[in-house]
């Protein structure tokens, strides 16, 4: 499941609308409404070219659609540079 509260904050933090993320990716307006109201699934593909689009960055996209725990584990598990 997607956190919908944080994907919806960002794209209206950074100057974007719903309608144009579901353009941008391809897919219909109301199917991406329908995929943000359940918490629904999008396909890696779409979950790319939403990164792309809104843009996220990569701890933004790990956390918004790979939940919390594998956010988490990826922030202990980093090594120092």
């Known amino acids: 499941m997607i956190n919908v509260a944080k994907l ?4 209206v ?3 974007t609308t719903q309608q144009a993320v579901a353009d941008s990716i391809g897919i219909n307006r109301s199917t991406f409404y ?7 699934d999008f396909t890696i593909a779409e979950a790319k070219k939403i990164k792309e ?8 996209a ?3 659609f790979f939940g919390k725990k594998v956010a988490f584990s990826r922030h202990v598990n980093r090594q120092p540079a």
């Open 8 to 11: 919806k904050g960002l794209i």
């Open 13 to 15: 933090e950074r100057g």
């Open 34 to 40: 329908r995929k943000m109201k359940n918490g629904g």
């Open 53 to 60: 689009e809104i843009p996220l960055t990569d701890d933004e």
């Open 62 to 64: 790990i956390e918004i």
